[in-house]
């Protein structure tokens, strides 16, 4: 026998970074045997209730909890008069209260709160509270909440929550084809399975232990101690099982009304929301009015784009500032424009409290950007694809805020990767009819149905803008149990369902060449990870785990030179391996029983706030791209519509996991075909019509459409691994392309989503 090569010295590490391990909770949750927030239990606990308001827009007269007081088994029933410290919280600023004082914002607010024995009993304790309120008139338009007149102010400051101006070349610059349009964006809501819940449980120190289903363990906290009059210390946080997230577990909802209920009572306290309870219980996708126009010359070329952007924050501002932001700065798309005038507004209003969803501004920007480029492509004569190709941003572009795009910017190849893509079959008369739009009721066999394709491609930032101190921190230990090196990661990093725990493990597998890894529960007693947005935590966290595996490994390095007298080396399938003499020896035996520890904090290079009255500055860290192409049939007489396609393709910049990469773009996907043709919260006066997944529709198994997906590896130099952030990119690019795919088929101009039947019959 000829031997080519020497066999391996050391034993491959399987499920690092590139490679695709199972995750560690996706059995569990397919069998159901995951523990979710909602699955807490203590002996002895209380079950807490929160009474909420049913009116927009009230003045509070009187509140009595007597009547709640009197039923057997209630423990406590609170109000703003019993919260211990400060009465008000708040992501970008502190302007809602903890429990209502004197006045209502929004239906659903929080007015008391109570702890029972059991949770019906908690229910009827909540119902028989008597508030004597004075009804007023909402604002539920943001325009007019800025700019009417005679509007009330809902907060001392006004009804502004921000203005952003991005001021870019000649403000004055004509061109030869202007097109204009007014697009409308829905309230989405993040329509996350688990509802929010939770448990407080008090402490022998006078503070308490939370256990709750979050996104951002250490703001939680920083914003629950001074309600609580305690320090920070003493509200120690430990993340439960998170049931879906999207953006609405960035702001706080029941975390301080457990906590006080706990404090008040000496008991542990359980919280659960209802469905119902749970609409009114947090933020939503910002609803946008978009005025634009586009200037360009007679092939295409951009001149110019002027908007008006107006996001509606309802009645609190959450971070309404920084969707304002994204909305505005990213406004013109992956485009080169040379002058551009963009305003965006961000109000107050007496409409639900809107913040962070996936996409964050750019999801409405996009929806308008797109459209008209669009109409641009029909006006000049051009396909969709082409009028993108001719005006397409790349590496070495300006952003219309001054900042050089510095990495790759492949939105030519995403856009012609999508176009050049094998159509779906065409349909036939032997198609089953269950496939076309409203087929599965037996409402057509195929009269009336006409397909369409369309494209769409967007832009976002990724992680946190600005200026703001975007770090994450990690903790990684090495040590030998059981004769085996094991490491041990602890971040306070958010497993929403994303696959972060995976991607950590992966991380310290690769850095430290050993196959065990534990990942310590997410909470408060390491340093801060930052939030679950921003598609940031693969990029910050990544690179914290990174830094700490790497100080690890140096000292490591340290007490292998001592012993060998080499410096040649790496670790390899649990040894120390030398590049010039090979395995020197196992890594427990370099160990023994030391245990080796770092901490670690990655930040990322900075950013910087942008000018307040020209928008110029470098304002964010990377940028991720996507594009779609979707293929539809639309039952133009129903005005039902079926996505039969969708085509993606996707700068990851390092698929980390490829297996989760393909999976976020697929759920990315789903949630913009939700925004395209079914996902609103309808409102009338304010008021909430369909608080129930009854009535508020999310997209199936049967609604998604196959997909083919791209993903393309142009590595970021500044990123750990090259890597680019994944989640929220297909989100922007597949609405977009959705109901361009529609306008296709019908021909109709649709400028307001999600598309109803009515926008395509005219009934």
């Known amino acids: 026998m000829t031997r080519t090569s020497n066999p391996p010295l050391t034993t491959p590490i399987t499920g690092g970074v590139g490679e695709s391990p199972l995750r560690p909770d996706g059995a569990l949750k397919v069998r159901g045997e995951f523990a979710y927030s909602s699955d807490l239990w203590a002996d002895n606990m209380l079950w807490g209730v929160t009474l ?9 007269r009187s509140i009595d909890v007597g009547p709640a007081l009197a039923l057997p088994g209630v423990y406590a029933a609170l109000t703003h008069e019993d919260v211990p410290g400060q009465n008000a919280y708040g992501l970008e600023h502190i302007d809602q209260p903890v429990l209502a004082v004197d006045v209502v914002r929004y239906q659903g607010e929080a007015v008391a709160i109570v702890a029972a024995d059991h949770p ?12 004597d309120y004075e009804v007023l008139e909402p604002v539920d338009n943001a325009e007019t909440a800025i700019f009417g007149e005679g509007v009330p102010k809902l ?23 202007v097109v204009s349009g007014t697009y409308e964006v829905g309230m989405q809501d993040q329509a996350f399975l688990g509802p929010e819940s939770g448990m407080a449980v008090p402490a022998e120190d006078g503070g308490v ?24 210390d003493k509200v120690r946080i430990t993340l439960a099982g998170v049931g879906g997230a999207f953006g609405a577990r960035e702001d706080l909802s029941m975390q301080v009304h457990a906590c006080m209920l706990a404090l008040h009572t000496n008991k542990p306290v359980k919280m659960v929301y209802t469905r119902e309870e749970s609409f009114f219980g947090h933020v939503h996708r910002h609803p946008a009015v978009m005025h634009y126009e586009h200037g360009a010359d007679r092939d295409g070329k951009l001149v110019y784009v002027r908007a008006k952007m107006f996001l509606d924050g309802g009645a609190y ?19 080169n424009v040379p002058n551009v005038k963009i305003e965006g507004w961000g109000a107050y209003t007496n409409n639900p409290p809107c913040g962070a969803m996936r996409g964050f501004g750019a999801v409405q920007a996009c929806f308008a950007y797109e459209s008209q480029m669009d109409k641009l492509a029909e006006a000049i004569g051009v396909d969709p694809v082409e009028i993108r190709l001719r005006n397409a941003l790349s590496e070495g572009s300006v952003m219309p805020t001054g900042q050089l795009v510095d990495s790759a910017a492949p939105v030519r190849e995403l856009m012609e990767r999508v176009r050049d893509k094998p159509m779906p079959p065409a349909r036939t008369s032997e198609v089953d009819i ?9 409402t057509t066999h195929g009269e009336g149905v006409v397909r369409g394709v369309g494209y769409g491609v967007g832009i976002k930032n990724i992680c946190f803008s600005e200026g703001f101190d975007d770090y994450s921190t990690a903790r990684v230990r090495l040590e030998v149990i059981g004769g085996e090196p094991v490491a041990m990661v602890h971040t306070a990093a958010v497993e929403v369902g994303q696959g972060l725990v995976t991607l950590q493990a992966q991380i310290a597998r690769t850095e430290l060449g050993v196959q065990r890894v534990t990942i310590q529960p997410a909470d408060t007693s390491v340093g801060s990870a930052g939030s679950t947005s921003a598609s940031r935590q693969s990029y910050v966290t990544g690179g914290a785990v990174q830094s700490a595996c790497a100080a690890v490994r140096a000292e490591v390095f340290d007490l292998a030179r001592e012993r060998f007298g080499v410096s040649d080396l790496a670790l390899e399938g649990g040894k120390v391996v030398s590049a010039s003499r090979g395995v020197l020896a196992d890594l427990s ?21 942008i000018d307040p009255l020209t928008g110029q500055g470098n304002a964010h860290v990377q940028y991720g791209f996507a594009a779609h192409r979707a293929v539809v049939d639309v039952d133009v007489d129903l ?14 910049g390092k698929a980390m996991n490829p297996d989760a990469v393909i999976g976020q773009i697929q759920g990315g996907s789903a949630q913009g075909l939700g925004l395209a043709v079914m996902e609103e919260i309808q409102l009338s006066g304010a008021k909430i019509r369909n608080p129930s997944f009854t009535d508020y529709l999310i997209p199936t198994i049967l609604d998604m459409p196959p997909m083919t997906i791209d993903v393309l590896e142009l590595a970021d130099p500044n990123a750990p691994y090259g890597l680019r952030g994944v989640g929220e990119p297909p989100t922007i690019s597949s609405t977009p392309a959705i109901v361009a795919a529609i306008r296709d088929a019908t021909k109709l101009a649709l400028k307001r989503i999600p598309v109803r039947p009515e926008h395509i019959t005219g009934t």
């Open 52 to 60: 909420r308001t049913p009116h927009p827009y009230a003045r509070i």
């Open 120 to 131: 019906e009993t908690a229910r009827r304790a909540a119902a028989a509270i008597v508030v």
């Open 155 to 177: 907060h001392e400051g006004g009804n502004l929550v921000r203005y952003v101006p991005i001021l870019f070349g000649d403000q004055d610059a004509t061109a030869e084809v």
């Open 209 to 232: 232990d939370l256990y709750v289903a979050t996104q951002w363990l250490h703001v939680d906290q920083q914003q629950i101690a001074p309600a609580l009059n305690l320090p920070q």
């Open 317 to 335: 501002a959450s971070s309404t500032g920084a969707v304002v932001a994204n909305a505005a700065t990213l406004g013109v798309g992956p485009y």
């Open 434 to 442: 269950r496939t076309m739009p409203g087929g599965a009721s037996n």
């Open 589 to 609: 035996d370099v160990l023994g029983d030391r245990a080796v520890e770092h901490t670690r904090e990655y930040r990322h290079r900075p950013s910087f706030p």
């Open 639 to 652: 005005g039902l519509v079926r996505v039969v396609e969708l085509a993606c393709a996707q700068d990851v």
